[in-house]
């Protein structure tokens, strides 16, 4: 029988025992994921209108042999190939592209490794290659946000082991021309350098790596299920890349890191490519609207090949964003990323819901205007008030 020691004291969340000191270093990575549900969610890239019915209906359908059985990966993954176009052995399945980046810095990259990151990007990136303990060269994309292709260039040595890419770039919305990846591949593949690309916002592209596939052995691609097709709460991403390379993954894989809801969800996905396609040709369109029209509102935006616009709202930046989230927008001021001070990652969603938040930034500005006119504090939650008693003039 067990019985506690009551003189064994710790401190409040203080390990007993110390991780590698690398750990310690790392700082962590909390997004906002609290209290989302049932607001206009315009802050994680999403999709803003939910999957297509028949991933629920595809569900439903399970039992509980389902649940009790290992995944079947195998008829998931020839589905899949098709809808690519690449071989069932060009691919691995993962837990999210989260999991994909993790695996391929764990699987090729060693202590004081040489890892070249464009930047501003995704912060998973630097998290999993400090975690390994890699030397991280960053290069800043130019002020216009445009892809700095020839510093990427210069800054590859004899100590470089990846190249990552980001196509097109979170949080920028940046994309990488054909020309630019194949000059890229074409240099690294002869220094025997990995080239990582991140393709989560493909589909709002249009342009994938793929076509590079075959000429260059250095050459991985990551894809996921989490944006257009509207299933970030079921955690599927996937690897593209030669056999060989797969291969070599797939050893250091989990063997079942991919449920099998996320199986099914996904395969009902790719039957619906129709739902697929007619929400990215909205978002598409959209994306030029929102741009424009917040342009005519006086404010800077960059251009942007994702499904998200990054717009420069100056000192009202934390404004808007603060207010904008107690009415029940969300949205992301990436202030503290380089080269975007005073700026807000914004979502695209439908014509309606772009229509919604114009209407509520105006409405903001012009309470902004009026209170620093008549130099009085700026209440909170000014929607809420508005809604509640009407507009305060």
């Known amino acids: 029988m067990f019985t506690s020691n009551s003189n064994i004291q710790t401190k409040p969340n203080t390990p007993t025992i110390r991780p590698r000191s690398i750990i310690d270093r790392i700082v962590d990575y909390v997004p906002p994921i609290e209290n989302r549900m049932g607001k206009l969610r315009l802050d994680f890239n999403e999709n803003t209108i939910g999957c297509s019915t028949k991933i629920l209906e595809a569900i439903r359908e399970l039992n509980v042999e389902d649940f009790a059985v290992y995944p079947n990966y195998l008829p998931f993954k020839q589905k899949l190939s098709n809808y690519l176009e690449v071989s069932p052995k060009n691919l691995l399945l993962t837990n999210g592209t989260d999991e994909a980046i993790k695996l391929v810095l764990e ?18 990136f630097e998290v999993y290659a400090s975690i390994v303990g890699c030397k991280i060269t960053k290069i800043l994309y130019k002020k216009d946000l445009s892809f700095p292709f020839d510093q990427i260039i210069a800054s590859i040595t004899s100590d470089t082991k990846l190249v990552v890419l980001v196509n097109p770039n979170n949080p920028t919305g940046t994309a990488i021309s054909e020309e630019e990846i194949s000059q890229i591949l074409q240099f690294t593949q002869k220094r025997n350098i990995l080239v990582l690309i991140d393709e989560a916002y493909y589909q709002f592209y249009g342009k994938s790596a793929i076509k590079f596939l075959n000429e ?18 079921i955690r599927l991403g996937y690897i593209i890349s030669n056999p060989s390379t797969i291969q070599t993954l797939q050893k250091v894989l989990s063997p079942y890191s991919v449920n099998k809801l996320a199986i099914v969800a996904g395969s009902a996905a790719l039957s619906d490519l129709e739902y697929i396609s007619a929400y990215t040709r909205e978002i598409r369109k959209n994306r030029l609207f929102l741009a424009l029209e917040i342009q005519k509102l006086g404010f800077s935006t960059f251009p942007s090949q994702a499904n998200f616009i990054v717009v420069n709202f100056e000192e009202k930046c934390e404004f808007l964003c603060n207010q904008l989230k107690m009415g029940g927008i969300l949205t992301r001021n990436r202030s503290k990323y380089p080269l975007l001070q005073n700026c807000l990652r914004i979502t695209i969603g439908t014509k309606y819901q772009c229509e919604f938040l114009l209407k509520e930034i105006k409405f903001l500005l012009d309470q902004w205007d009026f209170f620093t006119k008549k130099g009085y504090s700026i209440p909170d939650n000014l929607i809420k008030i508005r809604n509640q008693n009407g507009a305060w003039r």
């Open 107 to 124: 699987t090729y990259l060693e202590a004081q490794d040489d890892i070249i990151l464009p930047s501003p990007t995704f912060s998973m």
């Open 216 to 233: 260059f052995k250095n050459l991985i691609i990551l894809q996921t299920f989490s944006k257009a097709f509207g299933l970030a709460g």
